[in-house]
């Protein structure tokens, strides 16, 4: 049974600074793509950063100021948010590719698993 739990989430200001956790089950954790989405209202879920091994992937409207990485000891991927805006008002998402062969991608399709979602508010 595969279960993908995010936490962090919460509500901050302009500015300010949040970390996001993704505790994983199940899967054969340090070989698989993982990657972190995030869904506002009205708008289709689009996926902020990957991560495989040592490659990376991040959305334009977030590069410099999100960071992704994990631990694989503790089955667990990380989303460092930083210099946060209105903008980044969503809920995020953790996915998983279900095999160790999936490459790196952004294409929501591409992922097999997912957590239930953490709130993310940025007020002005």
């Known amino acids: 049974q595969v279960q993908l739990v995010e936490s962090g989430g919460g509500l901050v200001q302009v500015g300010d600074s949040l970390r996001l956790s993704c505790a994983a089950s199940?899967?054969?954790?340090?070989?698989?793509?993982m990657g972190w989405f995030r869904q506002a209202p009205g708008k289709e879920r689009e996926c902020v950063a990957a991560?495989?091994?040592?490659?990376?992937y991040y959305a334009d409207s977030v590069k410099g100021r999100f960071t992704i990485s994990r631990d694989n000891a503790k089955n667990t991927v990380y989303l460092s948010m930083n210099s946060l805006k209105p903008e980044d008002t969503a809920i995020y998402y953790c996915?998983?590719?279900?095999?160790?062969?999936?490459?790196?991608?952004?294409?929501?399709?591409?992922?097999?698993?997912w957590g239930q979602g953490t709130q993310v508010t940025v007020s002005s």
């Open positions: 991560i495989k091994w040592n490659n990376i």
């Open positions: 996915a998983a590719r279900s095999s160790r062969w999936g490459g790196l991608t952004s294409s929501r399709d591409d992922y097999d698993f």
């Open positions: 199940g899967l054969t954790f340090a070989t698989v793509t």
